[in-house]
């Protein structure tokens, strides 16, 4: 599992050198001690099974966006994953995304999608069961935890300011944190 890690935070880094390109900045743009020279990454060994209805609220997990720069997201050929490409539309429309042999899946994570302006959207997903047994790795890329996120310099102009202020990395994921959870003490005695 730890050889598992290094080599996805390299393909990470890779990624992101690619992503830096396509946003007009230097290729090791994200690669500084403050950005990713000391990123917090973490791996989840996922498995889901059983089925879903998403009519009754019923999922292998429920839609939501990433909170970091990006996933790296290994998985067997067993259908599941869903993305909505335009969050905004109601109804949502989800599509199932194939599994490639060999192949990984990068989902955009909201921090990139702050930092890009919005080039870059975060990618919203959802697992649907199917009665199958599921299997993924899903390896989180995140910025130094005193890394400031804003808009880069080439992501925007006067007539496309920045849309999100800038915030510090830890502060952003403890809001998203606090904001993805459940608050039980409401229901104590």
Known sequence: MEKYHQEALRVCKAIARVLALALNVDGD?????E?????LTFMRLLHYEG????????????????FGMMTLLGTDS????QICKDRDVKPRKWEY???????????????????SNGIFKSTLHRVLGNGQDRYSIAFFLQPS???IVECLPTCQS?????????IKC????TQRYQDSQVDLSIYKK
Not at 35 to 39: A, F, R, V
Not at 97 to 106: C, F, H, N, P, T
Not at 158 to 166: D, M, Q
Not at 170 to 173: A, F, P, V
């Open 51 to 66: 089925m879903s209805d998403p009519s009754k609220g019923i999922y292998g997990c429920g839609p939501h966006s990433d």
């Open 145 to 147: 935890h005193d890394c």
């Open 29 to 33: 743009y994200f690669d500084t001690p």
């Open 97 to 115: 995304i194939l599994s490639i042999k060999g192949a990984y899946i990068v989902n955009i994570g909201d921090l990139l999608e702050r930092w």
């Open 170 to 173: 830890s502060t952003y994921l």
């Open 78 to 81: 067993v259908m599941g994953l």
């Open 158 to 166: 006067e007539n496309n300011p920045p849309k999100y202020p800038a």
């Open 35 to 39: 950005m990713l020279g000391n990123p």
